[in-house]
């Protein structure tokens, strides 16, 4: 079974732009979460989708915000790049993200790097 | 409000025991779990607790007590490979994973 994967894996901006990255979550996982790792911050919860519903949200600003498609693909957008968005996103995905034994599967993130 | 701690950084030495301990306050609980990362590497799934006690899974091993929102996490015959960071993260109920800062583990020779 394929794993969870992230296209781009890299990715460099300029301040005021915005950027989509995209997840594909493992066959059959309809839940899918974003975080955002930074090494003063650590892992942070961004949102979740489940079912095309956002179904849970961080304490992020607007600016961020996603979607997900029929086939459980998730796209994640920022809008107005600031320096301090530069960061790992990383995508996890679950079966259904209610039972206590649903693991949530990492993929290998997208480096964003605002200039 | 949601709080997971656990120490920045520990070292110790190839063949030793160590325990990275983590403290958390959720709004509800629905298990907690512990991820590895290896630098520059997504998070991998370690292990998981719903009831209290201690779950073990060959070298590695989770203990969980509920009531005292504690949790630690055992590796024994540390090797080299096992440098990396280690996460701590509580699903509180209905929501995704909260991750703490994690724990660096430095094993040297």
């Known amino acids: 079974k394929a794993g969870v994967t992230q296209t781009p894996r890299y990715l460099i901006k300029t301040r005021g732009q915005q950027v989509t990255l995209s997840c594909s979550p493992i066959?059959?996982?309809?839940?899918v979460s974003w975080y955002q790792q930074t090494p003063g911050q650590g892992l942070q919860f961004l949102f979740e989708?489940?079912?095309?519903?956002?179904?849970n949200k961080g304490n992020f600003p607007g600016r961020f915000s996603g979607r997900q498609f029929s086939n459980s693909r998730s796209e994640m957008n920022v809008s107005t790049l600031e320096l301090g968005d530069s960061a790992l996103y990383l995508c996890a995905s679950s079966f259904i993200q209610q039972g206590p034994t649903d693991t949530q599967y990492f993929g290998p993130g997208t480096r964003l790097t605002v200039l | 409000g949601q709080n997971i701690d656990q120490p920045t950084e520990m070292t110790a030495t190839e063949g030793a025991i160590v325990q990275i301990n983590c403290t958390y306050q959720?709004?509800?609980?629905?298990?907690l779990f512990w991820y590895q990362q290896h630098a520059g590497e997504a998070p991998t799934f370690l292990s998981y607790n719903v009831l209290d006690g201690l779950e073990e899974k060959g070298r590695f091993s989770s203990f969980l007590s509920r009531s005292k929102g504690y949790s630690y996490l055992l590796l024994k015959e540390l090797q080299m490979k096992d440098s990396a960071s280690y996460l701590c993260a509580v699903r509180p109920a209905g929501t995704a994973l909260i991750f703490g800062k994690g724990t660096t583990l430095s094993v040297s020779s």
């Open positions: 959720t709004s509800g609980f629905n298990g």
């Open positions: 066959s059959g996982h309809r839940s």
């Open positions: 989708y489940f079912s095309e519903t956002q179904r």
